[in-house]
T-cell receptor
Framework: DAKTTQPPSMDCAEGRAANLPCNHS???????VYWYRQIHSQGPQYIIH???NNETNEMASLIITEDRKSSTLILPHATLRDTAVYYC????????????FGSGTKLNVKP | SQTIHQWPATLVQPVGSPLSLECTVE??????LYWYRQAAGRGLQLLFY??????ISSEVPQNLSASRPQDRQFILSSKKLLLSDSSFYLC?????????????FGPGTRLTVT
């Protein structure tokens, strides 16, 4: 599976959009991009995933560049409850049993 | 809707004692099941996964074992705990019917070995 690179931490003002970047320059055509978040002392929460197209759900939007080498998770109106570690994961379709979580990005939403 | 349960939420055990952590999933059939471990401030490490009753795959050699006695039950065990087994243990499931196999996690068990 492709390796991902994320900044270790980011700050965002409450009510503003939070844009979390992820670099996955070695991604191949059969690999999905997944985003999870983990609030302190809880299990990771699934947010969204995508293959080629941009995706949106009730929690967030996922923007994948045309060459698929990077992506951005967008939380449109961040709240204090969005403070968490956000993980970007790339995984091959055939490697269905293996998620590899790196260190992620600690998002601090400030009032 | 699907729900995943883990218990206990916290556990303190002495070195050398046995361990049994339980995970159950509701609202789905024949899920893929997973055990992860997370050291403080670190990412998750996959320990075991199972695609069916009695079918267990181990990712890393360790002091732990896993069993799946029923379709929606996954158990993590140890005969003798080590200090290094102190960690946050997470169970997860995914649907074999989903083409993207996204995983859904339980609330976790925080284990402290003293």
């Amino acid at each position: 599976d492709a390796k991902t690179t994320q900044p270790p931490s980011m700050d965002c003002a409450e009510g503003r959009a939070a844009n979390l970047p992820c670099n996955h320059s070695t991604i191949s055509g059969n690999e999905y991009v997944y985003w999870y978040r983990q609030i302190h002392s809880q299990g990771p929460q699934y947010i969204i995933h995508g293959l080629k197209n941009n995706e949106t759900n009730e929690m967030a939007s996922l923007i994948i560049t045309e060459d698929r080498k990077s992506s951005t998770l967008i939380l449109p109106h961040a709240t204090l409850r969005d403070t968490a570690v956000y993980y970007c994961i790339v995984r091959a379709i055939y490697n269905f049993n293996k998620f590899y979580f790196g260190s992620g990005t600690k998002l601090n939403v400030k009032p | 809707s699907q729900t995943i349960h883990q218990w206990p939420a916290t556990l303190v055990q002495p070195v050398g004692s046995p361990l049994s952590l339980e995970c159950t999933v509701e609202g789905t059939s024949n899920p893929n099941l997973y055990w992860y471990r997370q050291a403080a401030g670190r990412g998750l490490q996959l320990l075991f996964y199972s695609v069916g009753i009695g079918q267990i795959s181990s990712e890393v050699p360790q002091n732990l074992s896993a069993s799946r006695p029923q379709d929606r039950q996954f158990i993590l065990s140890s005969k003798k705990l080590l200090l290094s087994d102190s960690s946050f243990y997470l169970c997860a499931w995914s649907s074999p019917d989903s083409p993207s196999y996204e995983q859904y996690f339980g609330p976790g068990t925080r284990l402290t070995v003293t």
